[in-house]
Each structure stands twice: as C-alpha cells, then as structure tokens.
C-alpha cells in the first residue's frame, strides 16, 4: 500500500517569499496521478496541479507542480496573504489517497 | 456552472446510521465519477470511495468495507453515502467531489473537482 508523507509539517514563511512543499511516495506513482489541493479554513479543499504539474482552472501562475516517480513538489513563487492554508497532495486513480498535509502560516 | 450541494448537518449516536445527499447541477450526472472524502475535526483528508453514476458501480476503500453504502438516484442528480454501525471516531465532515474529467470509463482516474460544501456529521451519546 503506497504512503504519501509530506513535509515539512508546517512551513512559516512571510508574503513574498517562497514556498516549497514537499510530497514523497513510498513507492513509484505515476506523474499522470498526483494532484495538489489547498484547503482554507471552513472550506473544501480546491484543486490547484493535476498530473503533476498542470494548473486547474483559474489557478494563478506563481502555483507551479514538478516531481516524477517518488518525490513530488508544490512550489508558491511568492506567498500571497490568500495562499497561507493546508495544502494535501493526492494520488489519484482506482483508490485515491492523500498525504497528511502542510500548513502555510504567516511567519 | 457546476455545482454541488450537500444535505445538512446530523447529529447520531453510536451504533446508528447516517445518509449524507450531495445534490448535483450544471452538468452530465451521469458523465462523472463521483467520490466521498471525510475529514475529522484538525485532521487531513481520507478518501473514502467512489461511486460511478451511469453504471451504480461502487469502490470503497477497506477502511470501509462493509460499513459503507454509496448509491445514486440519477432522476433527481444526487449522490449519496451512507454509513452504518457510526462510532464516536466517524464524527467528521463529509465531502463529496466530482471528479474533473469525464473521460474514466471503466474505473476513476482523474482529480477532484469541484468539492461540495461538507456535512458536518456528529457522532455523539
């Protein structure tokens, strides 16, 4: 059974900066079936990459997806104040499965 | 547009059973795959099985088996997930998740978008 673990936990970053989230499978997925989703407080999670690295609809370009195989990354360019929230990755497919997420906080 | 919206919060006690609605709108019901993830107070999410609208073919995750119940009434566009045998651990919001394209045929194979709202469901004596 795969495990996505992500990391770190919580990352404390100010406006401006850059973000990097981390997303690792315990074995090989297919870069065709890893999403990321962010979810703000009292709300459902929104999709943001599929495929790894393709942005949903309306996703702003500072989102960006890139990993293959094991390792899997979220990269936010620069940290707008909307963009500190709960980000999960997700292998999708017959029996979808998320990480534990990360939480962007204002530093 | 797309939209889906879900029944109400409910209130349960151990051992009972609950029935969450997710009433769809703005496309094909028929033409997506849908899914039921649940999210327990500060956790992250669990997936918990898909149902295919068009054929009713269903895919729990084991977690599940046997406790869980996804249907379809394709008159009226809605979804729905039931589960049984409700411990005070089930006390969660659910959410069901169309997935984003309709290309899937005989399995799920795409994310998920868009997310209904969440039913908060309290498991409670």
């Known amino acids: 059974e795969i495990v996505l673990t992500q990391s770190p936990g919580t990352l404390s970053l100010s406006p401006g900066e850059r973000a990097t989230l981390s997303c690792r499978a315990s074995?090989?997925?297919?870069?065709?079936?890893l999403a990321w989703y962010q979810q703000k407080p009292g709300q459902a999670p929104r999709l943001l990459i599929y495929g790894a690295s393709s942005r949903a609809t309306g996703i702003p370009d500072r989102f960006s997806g890139s990993g293959s195989g094991t390792d899997f990354t979220l990269t936010i360019s620069r940290l707008e104040p909307e963009d500190f929230a709960v980000y999960y990755c997700q292998q999708y497919g017959s029996s979808p499965l998320f990480g534990g997420g990360t939480k962007v906080e204002i530093k | 547009q797309v939209q889906l919206v879900q029944s109400g919060a409910e209130v349960k006690k151990p051992g009972a059973s609950v029935k969450v609605s997710c009433k769809a709108s703005g496309y094909t019901f028929t033409g997506y795959y849908m899914h039921w993830v649940r999210q327990a107070p500060g956790q992250g999410l669990e997936w918990m099985g898909w149902i295919n609208p068009n054929s009713g073919g269903t895919n729990y995750a084991q977690k599940f088996q046997g406790r869980v119940t996804m249907t379809r009434d394709t008159s009226i566009s809605t979804a729905y997930m039931e589960l049984s045998r409700l411990r005070s651990d089930d006390t969660a919001v659910y959410y069901c998740?169309?997935?984003?394209?309709?290309?899937?045929?005989?399995?799920?194979?795409?994310?998920?978008?868009?997310w209904g709202q969440g039913t908060l469901v309290t498991v409670s004596s």
């Open positions: 074995q090989s997925v297919s870069s065709s079936y």
């Open positions: 998740a169309r997935e984003k394209h309709d290309w899937c045929s005989s399995t799920s194979c795409s994310p998920f978008d868009p």
